[in-house]
């Protein structure tokens, strides 16, 4: 469970924060949220697609990492596969924390937050949150700077998937892959990008699109489902 | 007559007039450029008859094929799950005597029939336990689906319960906003014939004479043009169900969260039953009784009586009164004239037929929409031998409800089984039934409106026996209907495990909304 707290000099002076990559820091997961901003770099190396979130029906951009849970493709032992990890992952441990219950995330209304309860937060070994003086460290200015991304990069991906939905823009990919034993396996609640209904929008919506980097975020996601097949041959490779 | 059929007029709104109207309009819209026009001119001073609130699953059809949203449906109708009825005190009368007519065939219900096997030990659970999940699914208060699922899909078949009167509204708003339906407010004063005896046009107060090719009556029970205009006769029915007067009232719930029944309950009572449908925020109740078995007096004592013992509380004086006349008229489609809804006909709502009625009346107009006044000379023949078929067949399923109760605490029920009150048709199903169990070809149209399924929920929820056939069941046939049971208890404690409450999940809904895909 996560456990936020405030970051000041007098608590965390001594706090350092492990940086490597490991199924220890609960990296092994089989999907990824991500951000629109992202996916031109993610496109070279991951699945894209839409995932429903279980508990509101919501859609959010996800890459897939594995094809169960507990499967992260990507990770191999302290090892990260492809050279883009996506910033969701490296935010880790901070969270932003919202000061007004239920409101949507703003930089008025947040603040950092860190997961004490993160296998990260150590004492012994890492980087560290505050120089001598009591100022933030490059490190610490480089996570809120992420953070910041991440915040502002959630709500314009909100916008993105919201128009999409309005213009029928995501279907249901029907995924099944054989894996090396000759097994079946079927996905069901994978969506991607329909693209019959991309190619047929009109041209006040087409110049729309291209204007807000639209289009192009359209045509990577759909492209990037490519990259599924890589991810059933490492997993071969890993039976 | 060559001449096309363009124009089409429905005289009356309401849940029958504005589902024709949006069917119609949806299809004619998509298969056709333009060149035709509908048009609904219904009362002000009218009121619609305000009940009918249950639906079967072919509404989530019926509102797709509109463009209708499911999440606003459900926003802006008071809409909850329906996933069958439950029949409460209709076999014995005893506190717990129920059977569930759920709205799921049974397992493999395309190759397997399981009635066989499950007679074989019929007391170690009840036959819609064995073969389907929704009755778990249903006494454990779940939805039939989640959040996540997308719109007008299932995790488990599913119709609606809803509220009549905003139903209508939402309906009407969305044939004239997005289906180019034109709407008159108006009263109709005349009804204006051409040479040939069809229906030329309709005068209104303020409108003028409104004409058209086709006509379609949905003004209720007045049956103002097909009953009243062309005098075709009404069969009452009277003599097979006895039911001719319903009293109905809301009854609030306790509190805004109070969990929602995922089925329509119907509980017998001394002389008819009381039916109970709960929507978001209250529920609609209501006691349908033959007048010839009993007073209005007694039937509202009986009707307060079910509110008090099911947590209700409600004002006596808000109880409304409404003559019913079960049957239907001999013909629904006369000249250029085609009758839906309560115009056509009237049985009590035991199975939610009205609506369904309504549903595939339209469906069926559409469907076989005819391009010229000849074409809907053999349109309407076919029309009428269809509807006519449909008609009997309700009346058949309704009367088995009846015929098979073993209660005698009144002359209602004992009435109910004397054999002169009983279709021979359905005499005769019911001797062949007592031989080898309801299957497929039993009935002579490839689409019934109550499939086999639906008989044997009945006649083996009320404990109706069908003598095992000597010739035994074969290994083969034994292991797949086991296995087939086994399935269905897992099934069972999956659905109990992943679907939501029914409450949880309308707020969500509203909360959220649902997802297209």
Redesign the interface.
């Known amino acids: 469970m996560a456990k936020p707290v405030l970051i000041d000099f007098e608590q965390h002076s001594k706090t350092l924060i492990k940086t490597g990559r490991g199924a220890e820091f609960g990296e092994n997961v089989h999907f990824i949220p991500v951000i629109a901003d992202e996916v031109r770099a993610l496109a070279l190396a991951y699945p894209l697609c839409f995932l429903?979130?279980?508990?509101?029906?919501?859609?959010g951009l996800n890459v897939l990492t594995g094809f169960e849970a507990g499967e992260n493709l990507y990770l191999q032992g302290d090892q990260w596969r492809t050279h883009y990890v996506p910033i969701h992952l490296r935010r880790q441990p901070f969270l932003v924390g919202v000061t007004e219950e239920g409101a949507k995330p703003t930089s008025d209304n947040t603040v950092l937050t860190l997961d004490m309860d993160s296998a990260r937060v150590n004492t012994e070994q890492g980087e560290g949150l505050f120089n001598e003086h009591g100022k933030p460290s490059d490190y610490l200015t480089q996570m809120i700077d992420l953070l910041g991304q991440l915040m502002s990069g959630n709500n314009r991906t909100e916008v993105f998937i919201e128009t999409l939905?309005e213009h029928?823009l995501?279907?249901?990919l029907q995924l099944s892959i054989t894996l090396k034993d000759g097994q079946q396996k079927r996905f069901d609640?994978l969506?991607n990008i329909n693209e019959a209904n991309l190619g047929a929008l009109s041209s006040d919506n087409l110049e729309a699109f291209h204007k807000k980097g639209y289009l192009q975020a359209c045509y990577l996601i759909a492209a990037s489902t490519g990259h599924i097949q890589t991810l059933v041959e490492w997993k071969k490779a890993a039976q | 007559m060559d001449q096309a059929i363009k124009s089409i007029v429905i005289v009356g709104g309401g849940t029958a007039g504005w589902i024709t109207a949006g069917t119609l309009a949806a299809k004619l819209q998509n298969e056709h450029a333009d060149g035709f026009k509908i048009t609904l001119v219904e009362s002000p001073d009218v009121k619609p008859i305000g009940v009918g609130e249950g639906t079967w699953p072919t509404m989530r059809r019926t509102l797709k094929a509109m463009g209708i949203r499911e999440t606003d449906f459900i926003r802006e109708c008071n809409v909850s799950f329906k996933q069958g009825a439950k029949f409460a005190q209709w076999v014995t009368g005893a506190e717990d005597d129920f059977y569930y007519h759920p709205l799921v065939l049974p397992q493999d219900f395309d190759s397997t029939n399981l009635a066989r096997h499950w007679m074989a030990h019929p007391f170690e659970q009840s036959f819609s336990q064995a073969v389907s999940p929704q009755e778990a699914v249903c006494e454990t208060g779940l939805a039939p689906k989640t959040i996540a699922t997308a719109e007008f899909t299932s995790i488990i078949n599913y119709a609606y319960h809803l509220d009549a009167g905003r139903f209508s509204a939402f309906l009407q708003r969305h044939c004239i906003e997005k289906l180019n339906v034109h709407h008159i407010l108006d009263n109709v004063s005349k009804i204006n014939a051409a040479e040939n005896g069809d229906i030329a046009s309709v005068s209104t107060k303020a409108n003028g004479d409104i004409a058209g090719d086709l006509f379609i009556d949905c003004t209720g029970f007045k049956s103002l043009l097909l009953g009243e205009h062309f005098k075709v006769r009404f069969k009452s029915c009277k003599d097979v169900l006895f039911v001719d007067q319903a009293l109905a009232i809301h009854v609030p719930y306790d509190t805004d969260d109070a969990p929602i029944a995922s089925h329509t309950i119907s509980t017998g009572q001394s002389a008819g039953w009381v039916w109970d449908i709960g929507l978001q925020n209250r529920r609609g109740v209501g006691h349908v009784y033959s007048s010839a078995h009993t007073t209005e007096q007694r039937a509202s004592e009986e009707l307060l009586n079910y509110i008090a013992q099911t947590g209700g509380k409600v004002n006596e004086a808000d109880i409304r009164s409404i003559g019913l006349n079960p049957g239907h008229r001999e013909t629904f489609w006369r000249q250029n004239c085609v009758a839906v809804g309560l115009s056509a006909g009237f049985l009590e709502p035991l199975e939610a037929s009205s609506l369904l009625l309504v549903e595939i009346s339209a469906a069926m107009i559409a469907d076989q929409f005819p391009a010229t006044r000849d074409a809907m000379d053999i349109v309407a023949k076919r029309f009428n031998h269809t509807f006519l078929y449909r008609w009997e067949r309700i009346i058949d399923f309704l009367k088995l409800h009846y015929m098979l109760s073993k209660r005698n605490d009144s002359a209602f029920w004992i009435d109910n089984r004397d054999t002169t009150t009983i279709p021979q048709s359905l005499q005769e199903q019911l001797t062949l039934w007592q031989f080898q169990p309801p299957w497929h070809n039993d009935f002579e149209h490839a689409v019934e409106v109550f499939p086999a399924a639906s008989y044997q929920y009945v006649l083996y929820g009320m404990g109706f026996y069908t003598k095992p056939n000597e010739l035994g069941m074969s290994q083969a046939y034994q292991q797949k209907a086991g296995a087939l049971r086994q399935k269905n208890s897992q099934q069972v404690q999956q659905m109990l495990k992943n679907l939501p409450d029914n409450r949880g999940l309308i707020n969500k809904i509203h909360q959220f909304g649902m997802q297209r895909v």
């Not at chain 1, 429903?52 to 859609?59: H, M, R, S, V």
């Open positions: 429903k979130d279980n508990n509101t029906g919501q859609f939905l029928d995501i279907e249901e609640g969506y």
